[in-house]
């Protein structure tokens, strides 16, 4: 069985500082692991996926994240926090078929 | 239009009331997706199509009903709803067969509130 775990269901960062959002995966197969991210009132928007290959992902608005199979993680990080980055961000994991399998989400506050 | 629309993006409706949400896809997707968000839990997978075959439903009670007459429309039919089904509907679609396999791309989302 596949499942997703984000620590912190809550996170705060001064703008500027760096943003690390966590998450741990379980999966009996490979995985295919994802980040969106979801600003008030609309969907989920992609920041990027992890498939095969390199284990460093770079996607949208400066984030970036890595793969390590050792640690079962797939944590998401920004250099520099902006204010626009205030959002919800879920990650993901699809093992098996097209079925995704969504964490309970990070909120993301980033303090003027 | 591009991408997924979905509409209402808000509907308020009393325990006895039958209403429908529409779900579109402008992206040429075979596959369509529907999601409950409900605060503090993960997005809850509803049903899924495949080709406008339901291929998945997790044990939905029976008072949400999908349709799908077409590979770029999904409804969700609703009737005597309770008022925890009060959530964020998401609709989502994704390419099966092409080279962005598994990624997912969402609506907007309809704000249901059940009285």
């Known amino acids: 069985a596949q499942s997703v775990t984000q620590l912190g269901s809550h996170v705060s960062v001064s703008e500027g500082a760096l943003v690390l959002l966590r998450c741990n995966y379980s999966?009996?197969?490979?995985?295919?692991l994802f980040w969106y991210v979801q600003y008030p009132n609309q969907g989920l928007q992609l920041l990027l996926k992890?498939?095969?290959?390199?284990?460093l992902v770079k996607g949208i608005n400066g984030f970036e994240a890595e793969f390590k199979k050792s640690e079962t993680s797939f944590h998401l990080t920004k250099p520099s926090a902006h204010m626009s980055d205030a959002a919800e961000y879920f990650c993901?994991?699809?093992?098996?078929?097209?079925?995704?399998?969504f964490g309970t989400g990070t909120s993301l506050t980033v303090i003027p | 239009e591009t991408g997924v629309t979905q509409t209402p993006r808000h509907l308020v409706m009393g325990m006895t009331n039958k209403k429908s949400l529409k779900c579109e896809q402008h992206?040429?997707?075979?596959?369509m997706y529907w999601y409950k968000q409900s605060a503090k839990k993960p997005l809850e997978l509803m049903f899924v199509?495949?080709?406008?075959?339901?291929?998945e439903n997790n044990s939905v009670p029976s008072r949400f009903s999908p349709e799908c007459p077409n590979s770029s429309h999904l409804f969700l039919h609703l009737h005597t709803l309770q008022p925890e089904d009060s959530a964020l509907y998401l609709c989502?679609?994704?390419?099966?067969?092409?080279?962005?396999?598994?990624?997912?791309?969402f609506g907007p989302g309809t704000r249901l509130t059940v009285l």
């Open positions: 989502a679609s994704s390419d099966p067969t092409g080279t962005r396999y598994n990624e997912q791309f």
């Open positions: 999966s009996s197969v490979p995985p295919y």
């Open positions: 992890y498939t095969t290959g390199a284990t």
């Open positions: 993901a994991v699809v093992a098996d078929g097209n079925q995704f399998y």
């Open positions: 992206l040429g997707h075979n596959a």
């Open positions: 199509y495949n080709f406008k075959e339901q291929t």
